[in-house]
């Protein structure tokens, strides 16, 4: 289901152009084509997670992927943008219903780390693999179909999944799950801190940061955020116990998770704007200017293992998140002088998301009960949709602070050259505070957890 999710909106990107000239969408109509889908992904993950936990993790995926297969099919019958944005909000449920489940499946189907790594490296491999093919995929699928055709693609591999999840996955023990009351409140609370904390970003993209809108979103987002906190503490039976939140291996691996989402994110939204808008590259150029990235995402998997083995988790998520800032740093302070600077960056921050991405995930998951295990890769996935949304918002904000008049005109002027800059070196440099800042977090946090330095069978989950 990771696929799916890294798949999906790579590969209708591509066809935004072809969708908004079919449909007669507007540029904003356009943005939630593929926004919704991430704002309802993120805003219920939480939700999904913790059912997922009392009534069957296996039950869920099942469900969301028949209403996948059922979303996707419904793009056939596509006649306006607002109903295909609608089609898109559903995809983000299913999502929402499958994707933490993959993380808490594999993880529940082995009992030693080492298989639990090997088993989270693979999944994540592949959906690596998905955003990496989904442009070229999609734009050699539109040179001879509709554009309704990258989007029934998810009906057979909801069909498939949800054969194999059938049949070579048993259904959930008794005991591996927990009969507490969902926490309507809680769960309402967390969805609106969620949604506007994934939405405000791109309103201040957009809108620029001297609109009221962007800050009355935020200011949603804090109090909702403090009231689903408040809640949490005050009721018998939270959505989420905050106690399991605050053990050291969650929430340092969950540190880990937000600065590798803020650092790809950011990075990612900061080259594309100067490969084609201040060095002038073609989309084409600049789509190979980021393959360095590319490759080392889906070929970094082979070295997860070994580096594990060696160094151990705590120092793998070191080793990971000290190259995600090191990447960031070297973007910020040199990238202006040259591609291979950019290049160096792309490749650090790449090596680095690649053994974060893995370590986080299977550290939040030791840390947490058996009963708890898919509202924890709801959380790491939560965390990391999250991040990626303030790293795209403080760089287009900054952006829009420094540069003056329209920044998709060509033929820039010397001082709007200089105004840019300035602008990617400040975004830059405050990204790599920012992911530093949670890295040294999360560094102090894990060294207060187990004290794990190699993958060890059935290792004890953290008891504090």
Same mark, same amino acid.
């Given at each position: 289901m990771f696929l799916f999710e890294m798949l999906d909106n790579s590969i209708l990107n591509v066809a935004l152009p072809t969708i908004g000239r079919r449909l007669s969408a507007s540029t904003t109509e356009l943005q939630w084509v593929t926004g919704v889908y991430a704002v309802v992904f993120g805003g219920l993950m939480l939700v999904f997670g913790a059912l997922a936990d009392r009534v069957g993790r296996r039950k869920i995926m099942l469900l969301g992927l028949v209403l996948l297969g059922a979303a996707s099919l419904a793009t056939a019958f596509v006649a306006t943008a607002e109903q295909l944005i609608a089609v898109r909000a559903v995809m983000g449920?299913?999502?929402?219903?499958?994707?933490?489940?993959?993380?808490?499946?594999?993880?529940?189907?082995?009992?030693?780390?080492?298989l639990r790594v090997r088993g989270t490296t693979l999944i994540s491999t592949v959906g690596l693999v998905g955003l990496a093919i989904g442009p070229a995929a999609g734009g050699f699928v539109l040179a001879f179909a509709p554009w309704q055709a990258l989007l029934l693609v998810n009906v057979p591999i909801a069909a498939l999944a949800f054969i194999g999840i059938r049949r070579g996955i048993p259904a959930d023990r008794k005991d591996e799950l927990h009969r507490d009351p969902v926490d309507g409140p809680?769960?309402?609370?967390?969805?609106?801190?969620?949604?506007? @904390? #994934? /939405?405000? &970003?791109? $309103?201040?993209?957009?809108?620029g940061a001297a609109s009221l809108l962007p800050w009355l979103t935020t200011a949603a987002a804090v109090v909702t955020a403090v009231l689903f906190v408040v809640r949490a503490r005050r009721t018998a039976h939270p959505l989420l116990d905050l106690a399991l939140v605050a053990r050291p291996l969650v929430s340092s691996g969950l540190a880990f998770k937000g600065a590798s989402g803020l650092a790809v994110a950011g990075l990612?939204?900061?080259?594309?704007?100067q490969l084609q808008l201040d060095w002038g590259?073609?989309?084409?150029?600049?789509?190979?200017?980021?393959?360095?990235?590319?490759?080392?995402?889906?070929?970094?998997? @082979? #070295? /997860?293992? &070994?580096? $594990?083995?060696?160094?151990?988790?705590?120092?793998?998520?070191?080793?990971?998140?000290?190259?995600?800032?090191?990447?960031?740093a070297v973007y910020a302070l040199l990238g202006r002088f040259g591609y291979?600077?950019?290049?160096?960056?792309?490749?650090?921050?790449?090596?680095?998301?690649?053994?974060?991405?893995?370590?986080?995930?299977?550290?939040v998951m030791r840390g947490l009960p058996a009963d708890r295990t898919t509202i924890g890769a709801a959380l790491v996935d939560t965390s990391g949709e999250v991040a990626t949304a303030i790293g795209i918002a403080v760089s287009g904000t900054i952006l829009a602070a420094f540069f003056t008049g329209d920044i998709a005109t060509s033929h820039w002027s010397a001082d709007r050259t200089a105004e840019f800059g300035e602008a990617v070196t400040l975004a830059g440099l405050l990204l790599t505070v920012s992911a530093g800042a949670l890295v040294g977090w999360g560094i102090a946090r894990s060294r207060r957890g187990t004290g794990t330095t190699t993958p060890t069978p059935a290792a004890e989950p953290d008891g504090e």
């Amino acid at each position: 289901m990771f696929l799916f999710e890294m798949l999906d909106n790579s590969i209708l990107n591509v066809a935004l152009p072809t969708i908004g000239r079919r449909l007669s969408a507007s540029t904003t109509e356009l943005q939630w084509v593929t926004g919704v889908y991430a704002v309802v992904f993120g805003g219920l993950m939480l939700v999904f997670g913790a059912l997922a936990d009392r009534v069957g993790r296996r039950k869920i995926m099942l469900l969301g992927l028949v209403l996948l297969g059922a979303a996707s099919l419904a793009t056939a019958f596509v006649a306006t943008a607002e109903q295909l944005i609608a089609v898109r909000a559903v995809m983000g449920v299913a999502a929402a219903m499958t994707t933490p489940g993959s993380l808490a499946l594999a993880f529940r189907l082995f009992d030693e780390d080492t298989l639990r790594v090997r088993g989270t490296t693979l999944i994540s491999t592949v959906g690596l693999v998905g955003l990496a093919i989904g442009p070229a995929a999609g734009g050699f699928v539109l040179a001879f179909a509709p554009w309704q055709a990258l989007l029934l693609v998810n009906v057979p591999i909801a069909a498939l999944a949800f054969i194999g999840i059938r049949r070579g996955i048993p259904a959930d023990r008794k005991d591996e799950l927990h009969r507490d009351p969902v926490d309507g409140p809680g769960a309402l609370c967390g969805t609106a801190a969620i949604v506007s @904390a #994934l /939405v405000a &970003p791109t $309103l201040f993209v957009d809108a620029g940061a001297a609109s009221l809108l962007p800050w009355l979103t935020t200011a949603a987002a804090v109090v909702t955020a403090v009231l689903f906190v408040v809640r949490a503490r005050r009721t018998a039976h939270p959505l989420l116990d905050l106690a399991l939140v605050a053990r050291p291996l969650v929430s340092s691996g969950l540190a880990f998770k937000g600065a590798s989402g803020l650092a790809v994110a950011g990075l990612g939204y900061l080259v594309s704007l100067q490969l084609q808008l201040d060095w002038g590259w073609t989309p084409a150029r600049a789509a190979l200017g980021m393959l360095p990235q590319v490759v080392v995402l889906i070929a970094g998997g @082979a #070295l /997860v293992g &070994p580096l $594990l083995t060696r160094v151990g988790f705590d120092g793998a998520a070191w080793l990971g998140a000290g190259s995600v800032v090191c990447g960031l740093a070297v973007y910020a302070l040199l990238g202006r002088f040259g591609y291979v600077w950019v290049a160096l960056a792309l490749v650090l921050v790449a090596a680095g998301m690649r053994v974060v991405g893995v370590v986080a995930g299977t550290n939040v998951m030791r840390g947490l009960p058996a009963d708890r295990t898919t509202i924890g890769a709801a959380l790491v996935d939560t965390s990391g949709e999250v991040a990626t949304a303030i790293g795209i918002a403080v760089s287009g904000t900054i952006l829009a602070a420094f540069f003056t008049g329209d920044i998709a005109t060509s033929h820039w002027s010397a001082d709007r050259t200089a105004e840019f800059g300035e602008a990617v070196t400040l975004a830059g440099l405050l990204l790599t505070v920012s992911a530093g800042a949670l890295v040294g977090w999360g560094i102090a946090r894990s060294r207060r957890g187990t004290g794990t330095t190699t993958p060890t069978p059935a290792a004890e989950p953290d008891g504090e």
